[in-house]
């Protein structure tokens, strides 16, 4: 790691939730053909995933979300109306996809208040899809840390998906912990890196950027305790000794 500055920690992250993102995705949904641009999520399916479409319907969804994206990349073109106007005719996960899709764009052109709504209309409408509905609560927890700047919302957000077995455990533990250490919280910070550097199932990346704050951290808390001031025992006065006699 180059820099401790936790500000710039956040883009080495976000750099890295990518590739992270795109293993759990592709493992849940590699039967849909998905190239999903979410701000700093970058998830690209090739055409192999249509192998597993069997139902007309299925092939229907591909079809329609295949040539929204195609539409969608052309310079130019209105992203969130092309995606907009392609949610009413998808079903199953392809619309939430293009929920996502609308929320990046949203995102790109700086309507960040829009993208929250949208990632928050995904979280209530896809009942039983955990993996997108908590990556839209990841991402949305994501702009609030990072765009409103409301970093206990955010943190809020975070703990909800931080639990062992949830999708995006690993991600939301470490932003959390990045939150704590930009607040000050030394001590919760370490003790969220420590629990990502002892975990044997944690990602490599992140699990080297957790040991790298832990050893910063542990390595302050040391030369705090070196350097605090030693206060000599109060010799007691004459005065005192005579009260006690007497």
């Known amino acids: 790691m180059s820099d401790n500055n936790p500000d710039l920690v956040f883009q080495e992250v976000d750099e890295e939730i990518r590739r992270e993102r795109l293993q759990m995705l592709w493992k849940a949904y590699g039967k849909y053909a998905v190239a999903l641009c979410i ?7 090739g055409n192999q995933g249509y192998d597993y479409l069997k139902s007309e319907r ?43 899709r609308v929320a990046a764009a949203q995102t790109k052109s700086g309507d960040t208040d829009a993208a929250l709504n949208t990632y ?19 991402l949305a927890a994501m702009l609030i840390a990072g765009e409103k700047q409301d970093l206990d919302t955010a943190k809020g957000r975070f703990a909800s998906l931080a639990v062992k077995g949830r999708p995006w455990y690993y991600s939301a533990l470490e932003h959390m912990a990045l939150i704590d250490l930009k607040q000050g919280n030394d001590l919760e910070a370490l003790s969220h890196f420590r629990a990502l550097a002892g975990d044997i199932e944690t ?21 705090q305790i070196d350097q605090e001031p030693v206060v000599p025992l109060k010799e007691p006065s004459l005065s005192s000794e005579t009260e006690e006699n007497q």
Request: no cysteine.
């Open 39 to 45: 701000g700093v999520v970058l998830i690209v399916a």
């Open 58 to 100: 299925e092939d229907a969804n591909a079809a329609i979300y295949n040539a929204a994206l195609e539409a969608s990349v052309i310079d130019g073109a209105d992203s969130i109306a092309i995606w907009q106007q392609a949610m009413p005719n998808l079903g199953e996960g392809y619309r939430a996809l293009a929920q996502l």
């Open 120 to 138: 928050d209309t995904l979280i209530g409408e896809a009942e039983g899809d955990e993996a997108l509905t908590e990556l839209a609560n990841l």
């Open 203 to 223: 990602p490599a990346n992140i699990k080297a950027r957790a040991n790298d704050f832990r050893a910063m951290l542990e390595d302050k808390a040391r030369v």
